[in-house]
C-alpha cells in the first residue's frame, strides 16, 4: 500500500509515525484539564471528542461516546463501527477533504500536550512467547541443554499481572523495594532492586468481551489495537519470590504503555507469519493464516543529564506465539475476557546479541556489562530514561507508535514503625 495523502502537510512526510495510513487512538488533557479521545497525524492530535460534541463527527447512533475521554466505550461498540470511524476519519483527513478550514481548529499541537492512558486498563496479562528471550534466560539459569521447559513449545505462557500499576508513557518509574536473597538462601534482605530492567513488549488490546473459549480466529478479530509496553521487572526480587508460584512483586511496580493504540487495520499490510515449529500445535492454539505483524523496534538508553544509546533492535515477527493465539489460549478454561483487558507479548528478543530485548540477556545476568555513551549498564540505574519505539515500515512510510518513555527514580525509604 503506498503512502496516504493529507492536507496536513506533516502527515506526508516518509519521517512521520502518523501518516494517513495509521490514525492511531490516543488521549490528552485539554487546557481546562479535560480528557479528550485524539488521532494522532502528522506532528498534530485530532479533538474527535470535540468533534463528536460539536456535531461533525458521528459514532454509531450512540451520542457522546468519546466524552469519558478515552476509548473504552468505543471499543465495546465493535469491529463494524471502528471500520466505519476510521473511514470517517480518513475521509476528513484526507488530501481531497472538503472542509479542512473548519478541521484546523479541531487541531492540537502533540509537542507540549499531557498524554494519559487511552483505555481504562479492565485486567493485565503477561506473556512469555519469545522463543528466543525464553532460550537466553533459561539457559542463564538452567544451562542451553533445559533452557526451555517441556511446556513451552506446547502453548504460550503467561501470568496475571497488574492492572493498577499500568501507567503512560512519560510516568516515572520508582525504583521497587522487596525480599532479595542473601548469601544465606533461608535469609533474605530486604532492599531496594539492585537489578531493576526492563522488557521490550508489544500490548495487544481487547476490544470486545468473551465468556467462553474462542477459536484463534475469533481472537483475532477481538483484538482492537496495539501499543508499545515496557515490562518493568525486578530481576532480584523475582530471582527470590517466584518459586513455586511465578512473579508476584517482582513484576507489581509499573508496567508502561505508549499513548498511542494502533489499529489492527494500520497493520494489516504489515501481516507475518509466526515461525516453523519444532512440535505441531494442538488444533485450538493453530493460526489459519499469518497473524504476527513485521514492525522494527529498538530501545534507546539515556542516562541522568547523558545522551541516548540504541541498546537493542529487534522485530515483533520474532514472536513464537501471536497475540491471537495468546487471546484463544486464555479463555480455553471458561476464563471471561473484557473490553479493556491488556496483553503482553513478553520479551522480544531476536536471535543476535543485538536484539535482545531485556538487559538481564543484553549484560548476559549482569556477567557481560554492555557499553552505553559515556560508560556501560548492566540493569537499570536510577536517573536513566528508556525508551521504546517502534513502527511498521511501508514503501516510502511507516505506521508507527510514537515513543514509550519512563525515567527511574529511587526507591522510596519505608516509614520506621
Given amino acids: 500500500m503506498p503512502l496516504m495523502k493529507s492536507w496536513v502537510d506533516s502527515a506526508n512526510a516518509p519521517d512521520t509515525d502518523f501518516p494517513l495510513n495509521n490514525l492511531p487512538y490516543g488521549s490528552f488533557l485539554t487546557g ?12 498534530a492530535i485530532l479533538d474527535v471528542t470535540a468533534l463528536e460534541e460539536d456535531g461533525l463527527l458521528a459514532v454509531a447512533d450512540q451520542d457522546e461516546v468519546l466524552i469519558f475521554g478515552d476509548w473504552t466505550e468505543f471499543m465495546a461498540l465493535g469491529p463494524k463501527v471502528w471500520a466505519r470511524f476510521r473511514t470517517d476519519v480518513t475521509a476528513l483527513l484526507a488530501e481531497d477533504a472538503p472542509d479542512p478550514v473548519t478541521l484546523a481548529a479541531y487541531m492540537v499541537p502533540q509537542i507540549g500536550t499531557r498524554m494519559v492512558l487511552p483505555f481504562e486498563v479492565r485486567e493485565y496479562t503477561d506473556f512469555y512467547s519469545s522463543k528466543h528471550h525464553a532460550f537466553n534466560v533459561g539457559s542463564m539459569f538452567r544451562g542451553p541443554e533445559n533452557a526451555l521447559p517441556p511446556n513451552w513449545l506446547h502453548m504460550p505462557i503467561g501470568y496475571n499481572g497488574r492492572a493498577s500499576s499500568v501507567v503512560v508513557s512519560g510516568t516515572d518509574v520508582i525504583r521497587p523495594n522487596g525480599q532479595i536473597k542473601g548469601p544465606d ?32 480466529a475469533q481472537a483475532f478479530e477481538n483484538i482492537f489495537g496495539y501499543v508499545l509496553l515496557n515490562d518493568w521487572s525486578a530481576r532480584d526480587i523475582q530471582a527470590w519470590e517466584y518459586q513455586p508460584l511465578g512473579p508476584f512483586q517482582s513484576k507489581a511496580t509499573a508496567t508502561t504503555i505508549g499513548p498511542w493504540i494502533v489499529p489492527a487495520a494500520a497493520l494489516e499490510p504489515f501481516r507475518a507469519s509466526t515461525p516453523e515449529r519444532e512440535n505441531v500445535l494442538l488444533p485450538y492454539l493453530r493460526e489459519p493464516e499469518p497473524m504476527l505483524y513485521d514492525i522494527a523496534l529498538e530501545v534507546g538508553l539515556t542516562p541522568d543529564g547523558g545522551t541516548e544509546t540504541i541498546v537493542s533492535r529487534t522485530n515483533y515477527r520474532e514472536m513464537y506465539y501471536s497475540a491471537a493465539q495468546q487471546l484463544a489460549h486464555h479463555t480455553v478454561s471458561g476464563c471471561p475476557m473484557r473490553v479493556g483487558d491488556l496483553l503482553g507479548s513478553g520479551t522480544i528478543s531476536g536471535p543476535d546479541p543485538h536484539q535482545r530485548g531485556s538487559l538481564l540477556e543484553l549484560s548476559w545476568g549482569g556477567k557481560e556489562p554492555f557499553g552505553i555513551e559515556g560508560g556501560t549498564r548492566s540493569f537499570v540505574e536510577d536517573g536513566d530514561t528508556l525508551t521504546l519505539r517502534g513502527a511498521a515500515l511501508g514503501d516510502g512510510y511507516r505506521v508507527g507508535f510514537g515513543s514509550c518513555v519512563g525515567t527511574v527514580r529511587p526507591a522510596v525509604k519505608l516509614p520506621e514503625e
Fill in 185 to 216: 538462601d533461608d535469609v533474605p534482605r530486604f532492599g531496594p532492586s539492585r537489578r531493576f530492567d526492563i522488557e521490550l513488549e508489544i500490548g495487544a488490546v481487547v476490544g470486545q468481551p468473551s465468556s467462553g473459549p474462542i477459536s484463534v
Fill in 32 to 43: 481546562d484539564g479535560e480528557a479528550h479521545c485524539g488521532v494522532a497525524i502528522g506532528d
